[in-house]
């Protein structure tokens, strides 16, 4: 079976930190290029940051320039998101979703079509 599972959601303080994971399955990701998107209550989802199959390409949204990095473990069929400096306003369900081609830049401004999506893990930023 074909899947992305997401782990490594959680409740954290504003300030703090978080490090998701997006683990694929029945599929090698080596060939797919791989973004984070989030959704939080009430908004629509939005690109937060994306990665070439290569990892030679990266995306970042404006709001986490700095604050987030976005790698890739091709070994362990993984993409990892290292959120640092955590904002109330980080607070969605994060997503992340695989595309066999595309550009990092149309990946994470959503103008593209994903393969496969995952499942999702909450990420709540709270004091």
């Known amino acids: 079976q074909l899947q992305l599972v997401e782990s490594g959601g959680g409740l954290v303080q504003p300030g703090g930190s978080l490090r998701l994971s997006c683990a694929a399955s029945g599929f090698t990701s080596d060939y797919y290029a791989i973004g984070w998107f989030r959704q939080a209550p009430g908004k629509e989802r939005e690109g937060v940051s994306c990665?070439?199959?290569?990892?030679?390409?990266?995306n970042y949204a404006d709001s986490v320039k700095g604050r987030f990095t976005i790698s890739r473990d091709n070994a362990k069929n993984t993409v990892y998101l290292q959120m640092n400096s955590l904002k109330t306003e980080d607070t969605a369900v994060y997503y992340c979703?695989?595309?066999?081609?595309?550009?990092?830049?149309?990946?994470?401004?959503?103008?593209?079509?994903?393969?496969?999506w995952g499942q999702g893990t909450q990420v709540t930023v709270s004091s």
């Open positions: 990665i070439s199959s290569s990892g030679g390409r990266t």
């Open positions: 979703a695989a595309y066999r081609w595309g550009s990092v830049q149309a990946m994470c401004a959503m103008k593209l079509e994903a393969d496969y």
